[in-house]
């Protein structure tokens, strides 16, 4: 167990709609990732925040958006949502904000759209 | 530019054989390079990392072999047992105000008995 709590673990939807994932860090870490997974793109990386703070930017579509929250939780939002927008989305936490050190994952949240 | 290669896309291997899997980097500022393990159903987990400092790092069964002047770095699976069957990722990231890990696109490893 990472210690890292993402909800839901499996979301079916239609095409045009929006969703929220969440994610819970483990406790203590201030830095929260967003990752995309599908079968032919491997891990994308979407978005970091840092104790609330947008940290970097990856490959996030513009329909996509998320945010940290004071308590450290992070949302992430999509909306208007396209078939090939399903795939799995990993959050993770670390401790520092930067690339050093270990990442933890949690165990997704796999989003169909159909 | 940000862009990890990794190969091959899947490989099999008998029980006790030798797993290798490879990446190649492009950004000369990456400067940390781990490898990742997924099981089906979980998040990744780190298995092991590596500085561009030393050129090998071992953690029991696992190496990494890093080439700095060729850009590529290798992850070693010595003694492969079926409970090494997993996805696993190689990644890379520069130090930095904003640095985020750049994944490789992953390989499955079916360890056969």
């Known amino acids: 167990d990472s210690g890292v709590t993402q909800t839901p673990k499996h979301l079916i939807t239609a095409t045009g709609q929006r969703v929220t994932l969440r994610c819970s860090p483990r406790?203590?870490?201030?830095?929260v990732y967003w990752y995309q997974q599908s079968l032919d793109q491997g891990l994308q990386f979407l978005i970091q925040y840092y104790n609330g703070e947008e940290r970097a930017k990856g490959n996030i579509l513009e329909r996509f958006s998320a945010q940290q929250f004071p308590d450290l939780h992070s949302e992430l939002n999509l909306s208007s949502l396209e078939l090939g927008d399903s795939a799995l989305y990993f959050c993770a936490s670390s401790l520092r904000p930067q690339g050093y050190g270990e990442l933890f994952f949690g165990e997704g949240s796999r989003l169909t759209v159909l | 530019q940000q862009q990890v290669k990794q190969s091959p896309q899947s490989l099999i291997v008998q029980k006790g054989g030798i797993s290798i899997i490879n990446c190649a980097y492009e950004n000369t500022a990456f400067d940390y390079f781990p490898w990742y393990q997924q099981f089906p159903g979980k998040g990744p987990a780190l298995l092991i990392a590596i500085r561009p400092d030393v050129s090998e790092k071992k953690e029991g069964r696992f190496t990494i072999s890093f080439n700095k002047s060729a850009k590529q770095f290798s992850l070693h699976i010595m003694d492969s047992q079926p409970g090494d069957s997993a996805t696993y990722f190689c990644a890379a990231s520069s130090t930095g105000t904003a640095s985020k890990l750049t994944f490789g696109t992953g390989t499955r490893l079916q360890v056969t008995l």
């Open positions: 406790s203590g870490d201030l830095s």
